[in-house]
């Protein structure tokens, strides 16, 4: 009783309640733009052919290897009083939290809808004029068929989004109830000794991983399943 | 339907017709070897690959409603009835509920009506994309070894359906087949490919029979078309 009371406790805990609060914030917000803009480059790049497309690639996927900290220390250049970007008072923000996020998860999406449009848009482009279909009408067909993957794709980047820690740290500041994470409280709480609380957000998170994988795995199980009856 | 001039480079294949007529209302057969370029023709009639030099003149047909079945028939993810009226769907046509039912049972689909389509058997699925093939009634359909997984009961209703369909509307169609009694008993003409080139055309009789042409003439001997001559 006493564990579960200490679990109670620390999770009715503002500061933690509050992390919480803003990963999925941040996380929500973060996939549903990389989620547009990932579809869409995944599919242009199928589907277009254009000078450098293959290095616009090769570019593509060298950004799913990026260190995040690398992108945080960018963002936070350009969010800066003195940067490019830093009349718009960004910087410690969820949505400054945002905008790193998004340049780290929309290559991910991006290169996992590129593979799968490459092995199944042909043949749905094919059947689609072979149905009379317009073009828009084969636009939509053509996500239609991928949704399975897309959903995968999005699950994926939402995972991606919630455990990250480099650059949500410096472009945001893990200040307390404003831009901490459950990443970056971890770290803070760790820092300082307090394991107790810290180790309860692992879980948390442990949690959030575990179910974001469930359902990835029972998207593309549900696939497999249908393709082998 | 005319070809003229028509070249497509695909890899180290070519595909060279210089000129195809395809006569309105006929049924037309393209017979050949594998890899031969009737498919890879069959694909540029329909739009779906794009000819690198040469025109197709439709001759006031729309591409809209020229059609293929493929040997290998994409199944959209979806049940058996939402694939059979997506041609339907995307021309704002509402389906007639009945006729469906009533095609889906002389079929032999109805039980499976809301399976998912790709859990049917590849003969299965044959069936059920030349039904969706025809539901939108097409002015020129192009066959793709479609025929070929067909038990022999589900041959002869569907050699029955094309019969139906001649009487009434008179269409254009391309049967692409490898049996030679499929061509035999539908077709009016044929056009042999070898190589990526167009060798023969004519009055199946003629290519049958009387044919000078040594490659035709083995094609011939090989798929047992002496049963014609036999008749």
């Known amino acids: 009783m006493d564990i579960i009371n200490e679990a109670m406790r620390i999770f009715t805990d503002a500061g933690i309640g509050d992390a919480v609060r803003v990963t999925l914030a941040m996380a929500l917000a973060s996939v549903t733009i990389s989620a547009f803009l990932g579809i869409a480059l995944g599919i242009l790049l199928e589907q277009c052919h254009f000078p450098g497309k293959r290095i616009l690639i090769r570019i593509n996927h060298t950004l799913l290897g990026i260190p995040p900290v690398v992108v945080g220390l960018l963002v936070y250049l350009l969010l800066m009083r003195n940067g490019p970007l830093g009349a718009f008072a960004l910087l410690f923000t969820i949505k400054g939290m945002v905008l790193a996020q998004i340049i780290i998860i929309t290559p991910i999406i991006t290169s996992m809808v590129y593979s799968y449009a490459f092995t199944t848009a042909p043949a749905v482009r094919a059947f689609a004029v072979t149905m009379g279909a317009s073009k828009w009408q084969t636009q939509i067909l053509t996500i239609k068929e991928m949704k399975y993957e897309i959903y995968f794709a999005i699950v994926t980047g939402f995972g991606r989004a919630i455990s990250e820690v480099g650059s949500v740290m410096l472009v945001g500041g893990n200040i307390e109830g404003r831009t901490r994470t459950m990443t970056t409280a971890i770290s803070m709480l760790k820092s300082q000794g307090i394991y107790t609380e810290g180790v309860t957000l692992g879980v948390l998170l442990l949690v959030f991983a575990f179910i974001l994988q469930w359902a990835a795995e029972s998207f593309q199980k549900r696939e497999l399943e249908n393709e082998n009856y | ?231």
């Open chain 2, 1 to 231: 339907m005319r070809i003229i001039n028509l070249k497509k480079q695909l890899g180290r294949f070519s595909i060279d017709i210089p000129y195809l007529a395809l006569a309105k209302g006929c049924i037309h057969g393209f017979i050949g070897e594998n890899g031969s370029g009737k498919t890879t023709t069959a694909k540029l009639i329909a739009n779906i690959l794009q000819p690198d030099e040469g025109q197709i003149l439709y001759d006031g047909l729309e591409p809209r409603s020229i059609t293929m079945s493929s040997q290998k028939p994409y199944m959209l993810h979806t049940s058996v009835y939402e694939n059979l009226i997506y041609p339907l769907k995307i021309r704002n046509i509402k389906p007639d509920e009945k006729a469906i039912d009533a095609m889906l049972q002389k079929y032999d689909l109805y039980e499976k009506k809301k399976q998912y389509a790709r859990s049917l058997s590849s003969g299965e699925q044959q069936k059920l994309s030349l039904l969706r093939t025809l539901i939108f009634q097409p002015e020129f359909v192009i066959v793709d070894e479609t025929l070929s997984n067909l038990s022999a009961e589900s041959l002869e209703l569907f050699e029955n359906l094309i019969w139906e369909i001649q009487k009434k509307r008179c269409i254009t169609w391309v049967l692409i087949s490898h049996q030679p009694h499929i061509i035999n008993e539908l077709c009016d003409t044929v056009h042999f490919f070898s190589n990526g080139r167009l060798i023969e055309s004519g009055r199946k009789e003629q290519v049958f029979l009387h044919s000078q042409n040594p490659i035709v003439k083995t094609y011939v001997q090989r798929q047992a078309f002496g049963l014609l001559k036999e008749g």
